[in-house]
Structure formats: structure tokens, C-alpha cells
């Protein structure tokens, strides 16, 4: 049966229906299309681009341009979920004005069908702003990635009781300024259920336990494809990096042994047309010079054939 395209509406619909909303993340053609196939109901471009395919320490350094550039990618491979652009660091945090028009962007350039932007009550106006324009917005609290030296590393949030009352603060603001749901990065699972249990949009939870209307991983966290950590929130449903390394093994031994390529790997060439190219060479040769000269070219290529 053809899937209809999610949409923000529909991800409410789900949340009322008590209905677990599936959301991943995608970088590229092929991910979203096997995401697609696959039935997922949100696929996040996320900026965590920047450490897990670009190579970097932390999301910081990812430009709006990258994150175009990918949300392309992934909009040709997934028509059916809802797509979700991730907003780098500094694309809305130094001028509202700015932020609606990086946001745009993605619906523009991008083909996303939405935006999503990290914090709480810092950034209720931007929000505004940017729904105000059309554009659906998910928040982003607890671990925010973009604020990593602030917080001092890649740690749970709202642990202590007054930081789970801003957390739960935060979450009340961002649905009023007009999120349609809202990302909780690890927070502890009775936190995230309570926020989840009093806001009537969505929440996604990471490392935030069930308790949330929907969950999202990093894809390739979950994949096994990122070996520099695993947080502890991740399931790992396959180990591709050790996959990828078994196959890369397989091919440099078959290159390296000759086995690889092989007739059947090879476009054989008709008899006759082999042997018509090679006449005609021998008349004329294909870089202009005479019969002659071919002769010197082709004892050349004797020769050094004869010194393999
Ligand atoms: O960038 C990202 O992938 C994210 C998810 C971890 C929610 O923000």
C-alpha cells in the first residue's frame, strides 16, 4: 500500500493516537531511500553531519551550505517522510532575521518540509519568527549538542530539580512560541515523560527514555558505522564498519592476487571488430603518425612487454 507524506499534522495525529513516531537521521541519497523503503516517519538532517560523515570533533564548524548541500541529497532519496533540516551553529542564534532566512533556505534549496533549532527560552523569539513565516519548527533542549563548551561536555541534562523545572520551563515556552514538537536530548526518562505527559505537541526523545511520543538515533550510531564513541542511550542494530573493513580487506587481496576483475566483471569485444581496429591501426595510427612510425611505437611496446 503507497505510504502518505507525513506531515506536521500527522505527526500530531500520532502523538493523539498514542501511536510511537520513528524518526532517524540521513546525510545522503542512498540512507534516505533505504529509510523510505523501510517506512520511517521522519528523517532528521542533522548537523551531527559534522562529526559523523565530515569527520569533525564536534557539530560547530558545519555551515548552512553543508547542511543544503545534504538536505538535497536526501530529499531525491525520501518523498514520503517528514524532513526535518537541522539548523547549524550561528545560522540563528546571532540575528533573527538571519535565522528565518537560513531557515528558509531549507524549504527553498533543500527540499526540507521543516526546520529544527536547539534551546529553551533563549531562543523563543527566533522560534516565532520562523513559524511566523511558514515555516514548522521542532525545538531542541537538554543535551544540546551546538552548546558543548557551555555545558562541558557531551553530559545528561536536567538532573538536579531546578534544572529540570527550566527544562520543563524551556518545553512550555518553545511549544507557545510554536514548535510542532520537540527534540529532549538526554534527560533523565521521568523528566522527559512528564514534559512529554504536559505538552500537547510531540516529543522525540535521544537518550530520553519511552516515555516520549517518538524516538530518533544518529543513524550511524546505529549502524555501527561511526567508531569514535557509542553513547550510552544507542542501540546498535548492525556493525557496518566492520563490514566495510571485511569487504575493503576482500578487494585489496583480489586486486592485489589478480582475481579481481574477472571475465565477468570484463566487456568482451566481437571478433570482428577487434580484429578491423587492429588492421586499421596498423594502416593508420590513431595518433596520427605513419606506418612507420607505428613500427618504432609497436617494437617499443614489444620491448617493453618482452621486459615484463
Ligand atoms: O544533529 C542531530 O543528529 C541531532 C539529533 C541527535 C537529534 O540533533
Redesign the pocket.
Given at each position: 500500500m503507497e505510504r502518505k507524506k507525513m506531515t506536521v499534522l500527522t505527526f500530531q495525529a500520532k502523538k493523539e493516537r498514542g501511536e510511537p513516531i520513528t524518526m532517524l537521521?540521513a546525510y545522503d541519497y542512498p540512507t534516505a531511500l533505504a529509510l523510505e523503503e523501510a517506512g520511517i516517519d521522519a528523517i532528521?538532517v542533522?548537523?551531527?553531519?559534522g562529526m559523523v560523515v565530515l569527520g569533525y570533533e564536534t557539530?560547530l564548524p558545519v555551515t548552512m551550505d553543508d547542511m543544503i548541500r545534504h538536505s538535497q541529497a536526501v530529499r531525491r532519496g525520501a518523498k514520503t517522510p517528514l524532513l526535518i533540516g537541522?539548523m547549524p551553529f550561528l545560522a540563528y542564534q546571532a540575528d533573527v532575521a538571519e535565522a528565518v532566512r537560513n531557515a528558509g533556505r531549507f524549504l527553498k534549496e533543500g527540499g526540507m518540509d521543516a526546520v529544527?533549532l536547539?534551546g529553551g527560552r533563549e531562543v523563543v523569539a527566533t522560534v516565532r519568527a520562523i513559524a511566523d513565516a511558514g515555516i514548522p519548527v521542532m525545538g531542541?533542549i537538554g543535551l544540546t549538542?551546538q552548546s558543548i563548551h557551555k555545558l562541558g561536555g557531551f553530559r545528561t541534562q536536567g538532573k538536579t530539580a531546578a534544572a529540570a523545572r527550566r527544562l520543563i520551563e524551556d518545553a512550555h515556552a518553545l511549544e507557545e512560541a510554536g514548535c510542532f514538537s520537540i527534540?529532549l536530548?538526554s534527560v533523565p526518562e521521568p523528566v522527559a515523560r512528564l514534559i512529554s505527559q504536559r505538552l500537547h505537541i510531540p516529543t522525540?526523545g535521544?537518550g530520553a527514555g519511552p516515555g516520549c511520543d517518538g524516538q530518533?538515533?544518529?543513524t550511524h550510531d546505529l549502524l555501527g558505522l561511526f567508531d569514535r564513541f557509542t553513547p550510552r542511550f544507542v542501540k546498535r542494530y548492525a556493525e557496518l564498519h566492520a563490514e566495510m573493513k571485511r569487504a575493503f580487506h576482500a578487494y585489496i587481496a583480489d586486486v592485489a592476487a589478480g582475481t579481481f576483475p574477472g571475465p565477468e566483471n570484463s566487456t568482451p569485444m566481437g571478433e570482428a571488430e577487434w580484429t578491423a581496429l587492429l588492421a586499421e591501426l596498423e594502416a593508420a595510427p590513431a595518433n596520427g603518425r605513419g606506418p612507420a612510425a607505428l613500427d618504432v611505437a609497436e617494437s617499443q611496446v614489444v620491448g617493453r612487454r618482452s621486459n615484463i
Open positions: 537521521t532528521l542533522g548537523d551531527s553531519l557539530t537541522d529544527k536547539e531542541h549538542p527534540v536530548e522525540i535521544i530518533v538515533l544518529v
